[in-house]
C-alpha cells in the first residue's frame, strides 16, 4: 500500500466515511472501540514521511452556498450594505478579522440583504477562489498630489460579492496580506479613499459602509468631510473594531496625503492620540478618528466592550461616544466550519454520530507521527504568535501536557522574528517525541483537521476582544479551556462551577501565571480520563451550542435600522 494517501485514496476515503454517517452509531462505536482497528483495511493512513503533506493535498471544492437554513426567516426592511475591510476568509485572511467579515456579510445576504465587500486587490489573494472575476471600472483616485489610476475588479468569493480595488502604484504588492515593501499605513489611506471615490464615480450608494478596523478608520472621516459635500448622501457608517491594540497611528501629514487636511484632526474630540500631546510631532490615531466620526461603533463581544470603557487610552473617547458603542459577540460560519460537511477531514462528524471523529484524531496522529492513542487526551492551540495570545502560556502548555502524559500540537506563525525562532527551538526540542508537534506555518485545511481531531482547544489569551477559536473548537467537538478575558468568558462556562451549570461547557482560568493555567487543564485531563461518560457529554453540548451567525447579524441589523435614512 503506498505511503502518500493519494487523490484516489482520499476519494475513496471520503466516501467510506460519509457512510459512516449512514451507519448505526452501536456498529461504528464497536468497530471503533480500538482505533487501531477501524475495521477498514482499504483506508491509506498518511504518515510524517508522506511526499506531499496530508493536509497538502487537493480536496473537493467547498460548498459555502448561502442558502438560508429553512428556518432562517428574510427581514422586512432589506437594505445595501458594503463592508469595507483590510481582510476577507479565505482569500486574505489572516486572523478572526477575514472570517468575521465573511461570516456576517453571508448572514446578512441570507436574511435577504444585499451585501458587497470591498477588498484590496492583494498580489497574494488566493484568485483560485474567486469566480467570475471581471474589470468593472477604471477610474482616478487621489493619493499624495496625484490621481492614482485605478482599477475595480468585481468577483465573488463564498457567495459574497467582492469589488477589488487595484491601484496602479506599488501598494498591496507582496506575498503576504501585511508587511509588503510599501507604506502600510499610506495604503489604507489611499484604499479607503479609493472605494468612496468608486461610489462617487459608479453612483452606487449603500444604505450602509460597515468599516473595520484602524485601516479603513480615516473613511468616515473622509464621508462626512469631503464626499457628503460630493455626491454621497445617503450611506451611514457603522465601524466594527475588532482589536484595540492596533489604533492606527498618523501622523498629520500623513492624513493629508489621502487629501483631508490634517491638522484639522489634530484636536481631543476628533483624532489625536491623547498619549501624545505636548509631543514632538503629536500624533493622531486612525481608529479614534473612525470612532468619532462613524454613525454607530460596535466591538465584538460584550465583555470586551466593558473592559475597554475601564481601561486604554482609548476609553474616554468610548465613554464620550458611550450612546453609540455596542458589543457584539461575533458568530462563527457554520456553513464553513461544518464538521458533518468539512471537505478537509477524512471522516465527518455531527452531535448526533460523533464517531467521525475518532477518525480524524487518528488520522492526525497517525500523519503527524504522534501515538495512536484514543485514551490520550489531545490538545490543540492554533492562533497567531503574538503577545496577546499568552506565549509564555501556550509554552507552558506544552511542557503540562506532556508532563500529564497527554499530547498538544500547536498550529502557529508569528510575524515577529524573535518570537518565531523561539517557537523553532522550542520545535527541534519537542517534535522529535510521540507526543508533542510544533507546527510553525499557516494552513487553513490543517486547522479544519486539528480542530476536528482536537479533544481539548487551549486559548490562553492575555485579552481576547471575542476570539474564534474556542467557538470554532466547540463546534467540532473540543471541549475549550481558555482565560477567563473578553469574549472567551462570553462564552465558555466552568463546568465546575455551580452557578453556571445550565451553560457549562469548559475549562475556565483567570490568572497569567502558570499555575492558574494548570489548574484548568489538569482538571480538564482529570475529567477527561476518569470520567469519560461525562466528557462525551460535554463534548455533544458544545457541539450542539449555537454560535451561528444569524443570532449576531439580527443585532447589527438593529443597529443598521437605527442609523440608515429612507
Ligand atoms: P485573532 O483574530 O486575534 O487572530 P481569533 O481567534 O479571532 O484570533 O481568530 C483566529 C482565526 O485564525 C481562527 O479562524 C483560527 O483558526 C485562524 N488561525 C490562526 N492561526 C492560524 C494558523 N497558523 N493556521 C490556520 N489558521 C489559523
Redesign the pocket.
Known sequence: MPAIATMKSLAFMNKWVSSLLLVPSKVVTEKLGCPADFGFGELVWPTPGDEIPFWKNKFPSRDASPEAPAEIEKDSNLMHIIHITAEMAPIA?V???G?VVTGLARACLSRGHTVDIMLPFYECIQKQEISDLALITTYNSYHDGNWVATNAYHGVVSSIPVIFIEPSNQFFKGKNVYGGSYNELEAYLFFSRACLEWMQVTGVQPDIIHVHEWQIGALPLLYWDMYQSLSLKKPRIVLTI??MEHYGECRQEQLSKCGLDGSIYASVEKAIDDRTIGHNPERLSLLKGGIVYSNAVVTVSPTYLKETLCSGWLASVLITHRDKYFGILNGIDTVIWNPATDAFLPAKFHAQKPEGKKICKYYIQKGLGLKSEGTVPLVVC???LVA?KGLHLITHAIKRAEELGGQMIL???SPVHWVQKDFEDLANLHNKGTSTRILL????E??HMLYAAADIVLVPSIYEP????QM?GMRYGAVPVVRKTGGLADTVFDVDDPSNHEKANGFVFEGIDEGSLNWALDRAFRHFIDKPEEWNRIVQKVMENDNSWNNAAGKYMEIYNSIRVG
Open positions: 485572511k486572523g478572526g478579522l472570517d475588532h482589536n492554533i492562533t497567531r496577546q498550529l502557529g506563525n506555518m499557516y494552513s487553513e490543517l486547522s471575542c476570539g474564534l477559536a470554532i
